[in-house]
């Protein structure tokens, strides 16, 4: 059974900074992107960050593009999400997932597996 579980949500204040992590088991995921989205209460689930199966390459939505860092360890089947700066706008829960294409992609219905998600809220 594949399972996605993150963690490292909590309160933070303003300007802080959090890590998230993920830990995959029931197969291993070297071979495919990993991503975070996260969703905020009242809105749809959008696109965070992206990396490849090597993690030589990355994508970041706008948003976090310059304030969170994604990055990968293939031999412990984790993906991680360095957050800094964080602002309220920022509160969500976050979810990792694993796409069914080999291309990283910013679009959620191209993934299969998704974590239960952790929360971060993020207070001014």
């Known amino acids: 059974q594949v399972q996605l579980v993150e963690s490292g949500g909590k309160l933070v204040q303003a300007g802080g900074s959090l890590s998230l992590s993920c830990a995959a088991s029931?197969?291993?995921?070297?071979?495919?992107?990993m991503a975070w989205f996260r969703q905020a209460p009242g809105k749809e689930r959008v696109f965070v960050a992206a990396?490849?199966?090597?993690?030589?390459?990355?994508s970041y939505a706008d948003s976090v593009k310059g304030r969170f860092t994604i990055s990968r360890d293939n031999a412990k089947n984790t993906v991680n999400l360095v957050m800094n700066r964080l602002t309220p706008e920022d509160t969500a829960v976050y979810y990792c997932?694993?796409?069914?294409?080999?291309?990283?992609?910013?679009?959620?219905?191209?993934?299969?597996?998704w974590g239960q998600g952790t929360q971060v809220t993020v207070s001014s």
């Open positions: 997932a694993v796409p069914r294409v080999r291309a990283i992609t910013n679009v959620a219905s191209f993934y299969d597996y």
């Open positions: 990396i490849s199966w090597s993690g030589d390459s990355t």
């Open positions: 029931g197969r291993t995921f070297s071979s495919y992107p």
